[in-house]
């Protein structure tokens, strides 16, 4: 049996014995997904996570995306959280190879609970790695007919800190600034809050100096932090 095989017979069989069909339903209702739960909350689901980390590291890149997407293409969606654990977890297959596996699990996942994920921690930490490669990618992806890609690409810095792009940060902003979106301008709020922790005063000249091209929702978000610091006041 194949390693893929055997992680998706293990993460199985534990997610059937968690299951807790009471909370399914309502797991679902939050999310406004017609796609089922088993209705196992995040800190059960840890649990199986570290297991699979113990039992399952991947042999090579090959085995890695096949695993993810083993998992991935299961139908619960704590299953596929479960995928971009496991993706997550063996950072040393986290690159720019990895990029096309993680772009597929974005555009079929289509929503913020997998997207965010994905992007950060995944597509973000891949950037880290391979800015070089990747950069010219973010750039791309901000004009992509896909939202979610959109959002991704905005969101992929977010814990980058004191090795943000900053030229990259701005410009992807901006690009995207006039959309209507909720999604979108959310991103753009958030990434520059998220940002603003690490360069208050390039955060706040650029809110200030953009604030007509910038949406109300995505001044607003990205001056939280600025504002509740009282580096900002408007």
């Given at each position: 049996?194949?390693?893929?095989?055997?992680l998706v017979?293990?993460?199985?069989?534990?997610?059937?014995?968690?299951?807790?069909?009471?909370?399914?339903?309502?797991?679902?209702?939050?999310?406004?997904?017609?796609?089922?739960?088993?209705?196992?909350?995040?800190?059960?689901?840890?649990?199986?996570?570290?297991?699979?980390?113990?039992?399952?590291?991947?042999?090579?890149?090959?085995?890695?995306?096949?695993?993810?997407?083993?998992?991935?293409?299961?139908?619960?969606?704590?299953?596929?959280?479960?995928?971009?654990?496991?993706?997550?977890?063996?950072?040393?297959f986290t690159?720019?190879?990895?990029?096309?596996?993680?772009?597929?699990?974005?555009?079929?996942?289509?929503?913020?609970?997998?997207?965010?994920?994905?992007?950060?921690?995944?597509?973000?930490?891949?950037?880290?790695?391979?800015?070089?490669?990747?950069?010219?990618?973010?750039?791309?992806?901000?004009?992509?007919?896909?939202?979610?890609?959109?959002?991704a690409a905005?969101?992929?810095?977010?814990?980058?800190?004191?090795?943000?792009?900053?030229?990259?940060?701005?410009?992807?902003?901006?690009?995207?600034?006039?959309?209507?979106?909720?999604?979108?301008?959310?991103?753009?709020?958030?990434?520059?809050?998220?940002?603003?922790?690490?360069?208050?005063?390039?955060?706040?000249?650029?809110?200030?100096?953009?604030?007509?091209?910038?949406?109300?929702?995505?001044?607003?978000?990205?001056?939280?932090?600025?504002?509740?610091?009282?580096?900002?006041?408007?």
């Amino acid at each position: 049996m194949k390693a893929a095989e055997v992680l998706v017979d293990f993460v199985h069989r534990e997610f059937q014995l968690l299951a807790c069909p009471e909370k399914a339903e309502p797991m679902a209702k939050y999310m406004k997904t017609d796609m089922p739960f088993y209705g196992i909350q995040k800190p059960e689901r840890l649990a199986v996570y570290r297991q699979f980390k113990k039992r399952f590291r991947p042999e090579s890149a090959s085995q890695y995306k096949q695993s993810v997407l083993a998992l991935w293409k299961l139908p619960h969606r704590e299953e596929k959280y479960a995928a971009i654990a496991f993706a997550t977890a063996f950072k040393e297959f986290t690159n720019h190879q990895s990029l096309s596996l993680y772009e597929r699990m974005i555009r079929e996942g289509a929503w913020w609970d997998f997207v965010d994920a994905i992007a950060i921690d995944l597509v973000g930490q891949a950037l880290l790695v391979d800015r070089a490669e990747l950069s010219p990618v973010m750039t791309k992806w901000a004009a992509d007919q896909d939202m979610w890609i959109r959002r991704a690409a905005i969101i992929s810095q977010n814990h980058h800190k004191g090795a943000t792009d900053q030229t990259q940060l701005f410009a992807l902003c901006l690009k995207v600034s006039h959309e209507k979106e909720f999604f979108i301008r959310k991103a753009i709020g958030w990434a520059l809050r998220e940002y603003s922790y690490t360069a208050p005063d390039a955060v706040k000249k650029f809110l200030l100096k953009h604030k007509q091209r910038l949406s109300p929702l995505s001044f607003k978000e990205g001056a939280k932090q600025l504002m509740r610091s009282g580096q900002m006041t408007s």
